[in-house]
Nanobody, 116 residues
């Protein structure tokens, strides 16, 4: 079993920055990909950013140039650096991990609120 612990959410003013972290623990043998999703009130969950085992990254268009996903292999941790935050970035952010065997695991979510 794999557990994901997210941290780093909070309240920030427009234009500000936050850094989310997601630490994986448990029976981790091989990680295929780690991703960040978000879900705003009344909206469906959307993929924000992902990073695979080779370090290749992808982003939803709305965050390109503002968000950066990175990964510390030794710590089994993925980060999401969020800069130039906008009110429309307000959502619950979820970490997702997929193993090489295609088993998927979700974190509990962390709230990000962008407001003045």
């Amino acid at each position: 079993q794999v557990q994901l612990a997210e941290s780093g959410g909070g309240l920030v003013q427009p234009g500000g920055s936050l850094r989310l972290s997601c630490a994986a623990s448990g029976s981790i043998f091989s990680i295929r990909v780690m991703r960040w999703y978000r879900q705003a009130p009344g909206k469906e969950r959307e993929l924000v950013a992902g990073i695979n085992s080779y370090g290749s990254t992808n982003y939803v268009d709305s965050v390109k140039g503002r968000f950066t996903i990175s990964r510390d292999h030794a710590k089994n941790t993925v980060y999401l650096q969020m800069n130039s935050l906008k009110p429309e970035d307000t959502a619950i952010y979820y970490c997702y991990l997929e193993t090489a065997r295609r088993n998927g695991y979700w974190g509990q979510g962390t709230q990000v609120t962008v407001s003045s």
